[in-house]
């Protein structure tokens, strides 16, 4: 059986306690969902889309501002992508990486990165941060990654700092 594609839209307010309902079934901890939550009350959560299927939000992802340290030109980070964990490996959290870097080239971001599974993200242009000269404040690694989403896109290299809402994940790192 083959499970339907999800409609991918915007986030609206009548999404938000569903949307903190697949974070939090997405991750062990409740830190994803109240970044959301802290992200969307302080106006940063410059993208949050989700994924309907059969009438139900099923996944989400968000985007906020990131700005690379020496530099002028700031991006988006994505973080954090959710899925219902019955919704998972069939599509759902790929429907929603391409929308939203869709979305961030309509809006004119010139970059993203991602803290996340290498292999994983390869697959929608996320390279190594590191080969670009840029790094997080997490030691992140090869799990940290960006894609150019517009010629001469990524600064010269630098830290990428995330808005002060995932100070809350530099503390548990």
Same mark, same amino acid.
């Given at each position: 059986?083959? =499970?339907? #594609? !999800?409609?991918? @839209?915007d986030e609206t307010p009548s999404d938000v306690d569903a949307i903190r309902r697949v974070v939090l079934s997405a991750f062990p901890t409740p830190l994803e969902s109240r970044?959301?939550? @802290?992200? @969307? +009350?302080? %106006? @940063?959560?410059?993208? #949050?889309?989700? =994924? +309907? #299927? %059969? &009438?139900?939000?099923? &996944?989400?992802? /968000?985007? #906020? !501002?990131?700005?690379? /340290? &020496?530099?002028?030109?700031? %991006?988006? &980070?994505l973080a954090p992508l959710s899925v219902a964990p019955e919704c998972q490996i069939i599509g759902i959290g790929g429907a929603l990486v391409r929308a939203g870097l869709d979305m961030c080239r309509r809006l004119g971001v010139p970059f993203a990165v991602v803290l996340g599974e290498p292999d994983y993200y390869r697959r929608f242009g996320f390279l190594p941060a590191a080969t670009r000269g840029l790094f997080d404040a997490y030691g992140g690694g090869d799990a940290f990654a960006a894609i150019e989403l517009a010629p001469r896109g990524i600064p010269g290299g630098g830290r990428v700092d995330y808005v002060p809402e995932f100070s809350e994940f530099t503390d548990a790192a």
């Open positions: 059986m083959t =499970a339907p #594609s !999800p409609t991918v @839209r970044l959301v939550d @802290r992200l @969307r +009350e302080n %106006g @940063r959560l410059t993208i #949050s889309l989700v =994924a +309907e #299927s %059969g &009438g139900h939000v099923v &996944g989400h992802i /968000a985007f #906020s !501002p990131v700005t690379v /340290a &020496g530099s002028d030109t700031g %991006g988006l &980070g």
